[in-house]
């Protein structure tokens, strides 16, 4: 399923960070990481992750590093600071308190499916 471009410009940001906050990982590997945890619901293109991972890098909320892996492959990883780590957090509280006012407009009792 193909979302609309300012929902998924919402969401994406705290994915990221979510995801990040268990450890570092390179650009493709995070774009997997996420279609993978989502069910496959959410897949950011190489046009909408990178451009999020450098405004991330540029608010202070991540950082990036050129390492080289076993295949002596460089790849610039990205990780979460603690400024991300808060502000993650306090996303996450906004983001239950919107799921919770959702739910209540729409009738829906704990989960996805209309009562």
Same mark, same amino acid.
């Given at each position: 399923m193909?979302?609309?471009?300012?929902?998924l410009k919402?969401?994406?940001?705290?994915?990221?960070l979510?995801?990040?906050? *268990?450890?570092?990982?390179?650009g493709?590997e995070? =774009?997997? $990481?996420?279609?993978?945890?989502?069910?496959?619901?959410? #897949?950011?293109g190489r046009?909408?992750?990178?451009?999020l991972l450098y405004?991330?890098?540029?608010k202070?909320?991540v950082?990036?590093?050129?390492?080289?892996?076993e295949?002596k492959r460089? *790849?610039r990883y990205?990780s979460?600071?603690g400024? =991300?780590? $808060?502000?993650?957090k306090?996303?996450k509280d906004?983001? #239950?308190?919107?799921?919770?006012?959702?739910?209540l407009?729409?009738?829906?009792?704990?989960g996805l499916?209309?009562a």
């Open positions: 193909k979302f609309e471009r300012e929902l919402g969401v994406a940001p705290v994915v990221v979510e995801v990040l906050s *268990r450890g570092k990982m390179y493709y995070l =774009g997997e $990481a996420i279609e993978q945890r989502s069910g496959g619901v959410l #897949t950011l046009g909408t992750l990178y451009p405004n991330l890098e540029a202070g909320l950082t990036a590093e050129w390492d080289t892996n295949s460089k *790849r990205y979460i600071t400024e =991300g780590k $808060a502000q993650l306090a996303k906004q983001w #239950t308190k919107l799921q919770e006012g959702v739910r407009v729409f009738g829906i009792s704990g499916q209309p």
